[in-house]
């Protein structure tokens, strides 16, 4: 079989491009008449005829050691984020709530997303039950098709090396490793856009509709995950497409024309459906001010990220010189102490990698697959980057791991087509340059975290500038010196990252914003309420500050917006005229400072009417707690009510009942109005209503229900305190 190829290869080296790179699709020949095709077991262990040897034994290896990797100490995390597990809790017990992605199974309000992406962790848990494994389970495997589908592309069109290479980075990334065992939509968004970008390739390979087509279908289940994200690479995808494939103009228009089609119709049946739903009959849509699906698509979700200005919100986007309640913004924010340890690791060496591939491609012609791999997956890169970067609305150091496919892809395609040219002094300079930006980054992350494995910040510098130094000599050394400083380049670089990782997986890691790596390795600079660097929280709802221990240094009296002072808590403290004290998942006492990790507090069932304990983290339950709700559960529609879809939720997990989130996940959604609450009352559904919580009409809230609906409560009706925590029986009227 005869073939064109896009660059002059080196025969069997496996870590270049690959020595049959054709510009059509790179396939096995057939068979010849008469002779039987292999095996399916062979194939699919051995691999290509060209392939190296070891190709697909390595690559099934690099799979199954990212999936053991993956899933041990899974069950850590419990329900992770409660938020999102309550909804699964609910889609196992109503199709309704897994169709809406209802929080609870009475289908009052939706979560915050659309609902695609609870889907598989809701099938999981209707076929084996609901528990840890079968909520986070599907995450990790999307992670492992993730780093399989990365490798599947970058060694389609350079080599079985390259592609290691590139899902070794990804499995290895910090963030990835923590988002691939959560139950956040951001795992499914990273594979369906890892997919896209995969189709796209294709795609320029041979120019056949089909591939663009999946694309655009990938690309609307995404926005099924996570709405707008998923269209921040389409110009980038589009644009490439429409410059590089191997069509007509006329044709790749009329290409593109379908792929937006499949998009529209593999993300808007579920939008048509959800708006054209009569609204009395379905859930509210939380997060949204007016019960509508776009405008929290456009809204909160959409443009209000960018921004900033997300109604209903609790926290601000950027302010003065960039620094804001989530951040601040700039060309180096991927670099900084918030998120640098999350994702940055091999950022700068990628994109050394990605301008030396477009240099070494240059003089190709057009409908080169090469080329267009870089331009595909660094332009996803380079997009994804730059919004994420200014973006000034909110914002979570986990959204990073979008852009771990894409910095894997380029890294793996970088170093593949540098080795191959390393004959050539620009490109072993090249590749020494990459590998010394590599290790004196993570020289610099690691010493951010300087009591955390302290000798090994100096291994990696020195490693990488010894690696580095070979590399510039490659050409001149003999076939074993050459792997040898290419495999401690390797080494050097990942170094760092996979101390991050296996210090991830080793912990466990709850509430709303969970973060990668050790104590200290990523500090955010003031949530909503104003807290001092370290007043996010870390694995195991414990808070960090800059010196890597468990108190974060708040700012006194800084409370959520609505009023009031709180108490001393890193995060702003309690909520108005509420104690700040509370009670860490249980197991950490933040006194001074930090994210609480639970709500448990002075005087209320949620700690301090909730702080950011009640917004961010759940409620610990107490069993006296658990009987009470319980109680004659089923002749009510909702067993109980509270402020705050995280409180609400944490009940919900801890009693099996339906628990109605009052407000939605800030508090501030118009949702029950008291009109509607007071009803539900009269028809006897809902038997308790949870003193305290988040919301109560904070920030940005545009009704102040949830406080005219506690206000309603606690003059009417009979208090019930069981230990700490507050109930008020809406079966029973106050005395007097």
Known sequence: MTTQTDLPTQQGSGWGPAATAPEAPVAAPAPESGEPQRPLARRLWRGRPEDPRWARPAFWGLLLATAALYFFNLSASGYANSFYSAAVQAGTKSWKAMFFGSLDAGNAITVDKPSAFLWPMEIAARIFGLNAWTILGPEVLMGVGTVAVVYASVRRRFSPGAGLIAGAVLALTPVAALMFRFNNPDAMLALLMALACYFVVRAIEDGKTKWLVWAGVAIGFAFLAKTLQAFLVLPSLAIVYAVCAPVSLKKRFGQLAAATGALIVSGGWWVAIVELWPASSRPYIGGSQNNSFLELTFGYNGLGRLNGEETGSVGGGGG??????????????????????????????????????????????RTSVTRGSFLVWGGSL???????????????????????????????????????????????????????????????????????????????????????LGLIFVAR???????????????????????????????????SIPTAGPAGASMMGGGPGGGGRGGFGGPGGQTRNGNGTTQGQGRQGQGFPGGGTGGTGGFGGGMPGQNGNTQGNGTTQNQQGGMPGSAMGDGGGMGGGGGVGGLLNGATVSAEAKKLVKADADDYTWAAAAIGAQNAASYQLATDESVMAIGGFNGTDPSPTLAQFKEYVADGKIHYFISGGSGGGMGGGSSGTSSQITSWVEANFKKVTVGSATFYDLTQKASG
């Open 320 to 365: 003065a010189g960039g620094a804001g309640q989530w951040g601040e913004t700039g060309w180096d924010r991927m670099f900084n102490s918030e998120i640098g340890g999350q994702i940055s690791w091999l950022l700068p060496a990628a994109l050394i990698l990605l301008v030396a591939g477009l240099v070494a491609t240059r003089r190709l012609k």
């Open 382 to 468: 380079l997009i994804t980057l730059v919004v994420f970067s200014y973006m000034a609305g909110i914002f979570h150091q986990y959204y990073t791991i979008a852009l771990a496919p894409y910095i894997a892809a380029v890294v793996g395609m970088g170093a593949g087509i540098l080795w191959e040219k390393r004959a050539e002094m620009w490109a072993s300079l090249t590749l020494a340059a990459s590998v010394v930006a590599a290790s004196a980054w993570g020289y610099v992350l690691l010493n951010r975290t300087p009591d955390y494995l302290p000798w090994l910040k100096w291994l990696v510098l020195i490693g990488g500038l010894t690696a580095a």
């Open 477 to 511: 050394l003999g076939r074993q010196l050459a792997l040898g400083a290419a495999a401690l380049g390797i080494v050097a670089a990942l170094a760092g990252p996979t101390a991050y990782t296996l210090s991830t997986v080793s912990s466990a890691h709850t509430g």
